[in-house]
């Protein structure tokens, strides 16, 4: 599969744009994908970031492996960075969300406090594309206030969304770093969806999540595509899931391009089985 980069002229007016605002920013907010904890983090927000109080927020963790969440919170809060798991489509996002910001904001609040301010408390929520930060904020606020789309790049611009009297977000666009060196972390972020599909071959890319999780999860994915079994080789992975689902073209041949945007799509969706691409262990 040929390398895989991205970085339209719009990161790079994104990176500009979120250094401008960090003047008025009390705490940073990363929402990254509990699939994959590694791949999606932006390494440029540590440089980026620095000297403000940051929190990071696990989302999809109902799609991840829950043991490997854990050990992942872990070993954020052993960097000294507060660590939580969330599904922003659950109910209790917001609870967890607003009591880590709240931790992370407590010594700023405290001081302001001593001078006779109630603060408000500023966050700015960063994030890759297509990891839920608008979701989470419209959970968060109880409302649909941000735009939320299943594609990458839907938040173009800043927006405020105010979620008490005290506390206000703004949410962000997406944004990836300008290379992506290590093409093993750049693969998971294709199967998560967080970099365009018309930029990739399809069928490849599915090939290789399939072939990741017959070697990973092979019950759970033959239980997903019954003619699909741990010794199905390669060469005929889509056909099978093609066998399974009846994706047949005129005159009896497979669809496998029908077959290659399911299983994208429903791994995405976490129907195939609940994984963690990376564990905190490989962490640098």
């Not at 999540?209 to 060469?235: F, H, I, N, W």
Request: a positive charge; one cysteine or more.
């Amino acid at each position: 599969m040929p390398a895989i980069n991205w970085y339209p002229g719009h990161m790079a007016k994104t990176r500009r744009m979120l250094a401008e605002n960090l003047k008025m920013i009390d705490v940073v907010v990363e929402v990254i994908d509990a699939r994959a904890p590694l791949a999606s983090r932006n390494p440029d927000f540590d440089d980026l970031f620095s000297g403000k109080a940051r929190v990071v927020l696990l989302n999809k963790s109902d799609l991840a492996d829950g043991n490997a969440t854990k050990r992942w919170i872990s070993s954020f809060n052993r960097s000294g960075i507060e660590a939580a798991g969330v599904s922003a489509t659950g109910g209790s996002a917001k609870k967890t969300a607003t009591a880590l910001i709240e931790q992370a904001a407590k010594p700023r609040v405290a001081a302001m406090k001593a001078k006779g301010v109630n603060k408000v408390v500023r966050c700015m929520i960063v994030g890759i594309p297509n990891v839920g930060k608008s979701t989470l904020i419209n959970r968060m606020a109880g409302e649909t206030r941000a735009e939320v789309g299943d594609k990458p790049g839907v938040t173009r611009g800043k927006q405020w969304v105010r979620i008490s009297p005290y506390l206000e977000l703004m949410d962000t666009p997406g944004m990836l770093w300008p290379k992506l060196e290590d093409q093993t972390l750049a693969k998971h972020l294709a199967f998560l969806g967080s970099i365009k599909d018309e930029i990739m071959d399809t069928e490849e890319l599915a090939l290789e999540l399939l072939l990741l999780l017959q070697s990973g999860v092979p019950a759970q994915l033959s239980e997903r595509y019954g003619k699909l079994t741990a010794d199905t080789p390669e060469e005929a992975l889509l056909e099978a899931v093609c066998r399974s689902r009846g994706f047949l073209l005129r005159g009896g041949g497979f669809d496998t391009e029908r077959a290659a945007h399911v299983v994208l799509d429903e791994f995405r969706a976490g129907k195939i089985a609940r994984i963690t691409l990376e564990q905190p262990e490989a962490r640098v």
